[in-house]
């Protein structure tokens, strides 16, 4: 059974920092495209950071240079550091594996900014 388990969401004042981590279990992180996504009320599901198998990364335009995806092969884990928060980051942020036709989601992290 595939579990995708995030961990690290929170309260943070605007400017500050957090690092979510994506614990995979059932899967080898390393065989997947590992990505975190993210909802806020009333929008679309939108892609954040995307750690390629080939160990490329892609970030989308409201993040990058503050937020980084890396891969830990050894604990099966993906992280997103995410720094500079502002309140447009306030979210449900996802971590989602998929490769072919298998996907993978797990349950969720809220992520809350104050200004």
């Known amino acids: 059974q595939v579990q995708l388990v995030e961990s690290g969401g929170g309260l943070v004042q605007a400017g500050g920092s957090l690092r979510l981590s994506c614990a995979a279990s059932?899967?080898?992180?390393?065989?997947?495209?590992m990505a975190w996504y993210r909802q806020s009320p009333g929008k679309q599901r939108e892609a954040v950071a995307t750690?390629?198998?080939?160990?490329?990364?892609v970030y989308g335009e409201s993040v990058k240079g503050r937020f980084t995806i890396s891969r830990d092969n050894a604990k099966n884990t993906v992280y997103l550091q995410m720094n500079s928060l502002n309140a447009e980051d306030t979210a449900v942020y996802y971590c989602?594996?998929?490769?072919?036709?298998?996907?993978?989601w797990g349950q969720g992290t809220q992520v809350t900014v104050s200004s």
């Open positions: 750690f390629m198998r080939s160990g490329t990364t």
């Open positions: 059932g899967i080898s992180v390393s065989q997947y495209i």
């Open positions: 989602y594996a998929g490769v072919f036709t298998r996907q993978y």
